[in-house]
């Protein structure tokens, strides 16, 4: 079965420097989202991504935080100058069709960052 | 913009005794809704998902949830959990745009 793959699985970073995250979704999908999980919190949505295009953002995606597809495969979330309150794990996720359709979201395992 | 409530943070049950996980979403118009299973250090991993039709779905690993627009519930069940299933268990709720809005979750724990 086809899984949204992300790099690498832990990264650990000093605050201010830029960090990028890096997912393959899959292949058919149209839909590309970035969330995150704080330790022990709930998974909160950060972006969703479609037509080459931001489609949607939370408070949290401020101008710190960049996200593209460079090319036909890669969904990168890039955070220019992370705080120490932007260490969690951060999942990244596809859909066929999106969150106004029923095409569920497929998730990769997760990036853990942690800034030091 | 819709939200969902997971009343309960944690829940024990032994092995082998039925379970019941609680969700209750807030939605304008019908909602798209979904159960997700996140096991220490792993993914999301979609369980069931509810759109239209019958309101009682099936899931996987014997998982079922009942869709009560009464009650704007969306309530996970399973009949005899097994020492496996424990993990944290999200409910989550789409349809009014883009993306899909999860609840705290809930942890399973389960009693040998």
């Known amino acids: 079965e086809p899984e949204v793959t992300q790099t690498p699985s832990h990264q650990v970073t000093q605050m201010g420097q830029e960090v990028i995250l890096r997912c393959v979704p899959i292949?058919?999908?149209?839909?590309f989202y970035w969330y995150r999980q704080i330790l022990g919190q709930k998974v909160e949505f950060l972006v969703s991504?479609?037509?080459?295009?931001?489609?949607?953002k939370s408070e949290i995606f401020d101008d710190q935080f960049s996200v593209e597809r460079p090319d036909g495969s890669n969904f990168t979330l890039k955070i220019r100058s992370t705080k120490l309150e932007d260490s969690a794990m951060y999942f990244c996720?596809?859909?066929?069709?999106?969150?106004?359709?029923?095409?569920?979201?497929?998730f990769g395992n997760g990036t853990r960052l942690t800034v030091t | 913009a819709q939200s969902v409530t997971q009343p309960d943070i944690h829940i024990t049950v032994s092995e082998g005794a039925s379970l019941e996980l609680r969700c209750n979403y807030s939605?304008?118009?019908?909602?798209?809704l979904f159960w997700y299973v996140q096991s220490p250090g792993q993914g999301l991993q979609l369980l069931l998902k509810?759109?239209?039709?019958?309101?009682l779905v099936q899931g996987i690993k014997g998982f079922e949830a009942e869709f009560k627009r009464s009650q704007s519930s969306f309530n996970l069940r399973k009949p005899s959990v097994h020492w496996s299933d424990a993990a944290e268990y999200f409910c989550?709720?789409?349809?009014?745009?883009?993306?899909?809005?999860f609840g705290k979750g809930t942890r399973l724990h389960i009693l040998p």
């Open positions: 509810y759109f239209s039709g019958d309101t």
């Open positions: 996720a596809s859909s066929v069709a999106g969150g106004r359709s029923n095409s569920p979201l497929h």
């Open positions: 292949s058919n999908h149209l839909y």
């Open positions: 989550a709720v789409g349809g009014g745009d883009d993306k899909i809005i």
């Open positions: 991504f479609y037509n080459n295009e931001i489609s949607e």
């Open positions: 939605y304008g118009a019908t909602p798209y």
